[in-house]
């Protein structure tokens, strides 16, 4: 009789947030396949579990799946970890998974953390329906239909992040949707855990040196009210925007006509006002 695959989630920072089952199962397992076998082994360590592990990656899947079907098929349990949180949300599995279904062997899942769902949790937003989009891609036809799918999604977006890229990231989502409401969860569940809320210019400007690991909610479906901005303010702004944010003129007037819900005309005539006045 095959043995079972089970899918555990694992904690995303907090050690302590792993459940009492998924120790079981560690425990009781023959072999756990890890994303990375140095980052599982702490969780092991920490609850004296000493269950082998093997490597289950982006780069090895393909071949290593094959070998651990054969062990499934032969009656062991085995157990499926990735670095932090759910495996296959945004992390390897998925071919694993598809190959034991195929074979006829149970898949169970475990279920535990995952940064999407907490980030939303304590977002503020609505969370009763929510698109997920994993990492934004770094090719730029991907990233194109990536920040296309983000536009049209209609509800909120929930995405992770690398720190070298997360505020050219936000800076792009101002120019596809708007300055939307924004929640950005730095190092989740871990010692320095923080939260950045507000529009996405606000969150970018209070966005501390970009270390750790994020993860960010966007309300794609809130339509943020037209305003009416004094010239000066407007002017100070662009300003930032120029200076200190790397934008060129023509991309912070543009980006200024979306968060203020005016024509980029409007908002060039506001900073020459401003000017006069100085």
Known sequence: MPGTLFVVATPIGNLEDVTVRALR???????????????????????AIATPTTSLHEHNEGWKSSRLIERLRAGEHLALV????TPTIADPGQRLIQAAIEAGVRVEP??????????IAASGMAAASFTFLGFPPTRSKDRKSWFNELAKAGRPVVFFEAPHR????????????????TAVARELTKVHEEFIRGTLSEVLLRLPEPIGEFTVVVDVGHKTETTSCAPADIAAEFGYMTTNGGSSKRLAIGRLAKRHGV????????????????
């Open 82 to 85: 990735s670095d932090a949180g």
């Open 110 to 119: 475990i279920p535990g953390p995952s940064a999407a769902v907490s980030a």
């Open 263 to 278: 024509s980029t005309n409007a908002v060039y005539e506001a900073i020459e006002r401003a000017k006069k006045l100085v």
């Open 166 to 181: 997360i505020r050219r990231t936000l800076s792009e989502i101002i120019d596809a949707v708007g300055d939307r409401p």
């Open 25 to 47: 199962i560690l425990r009781e397992v023959s072999v756990i396949a890890a994303e990375d076998t140095r980052r599982t082994h702490h969780l092991l360590a920490r609850y």
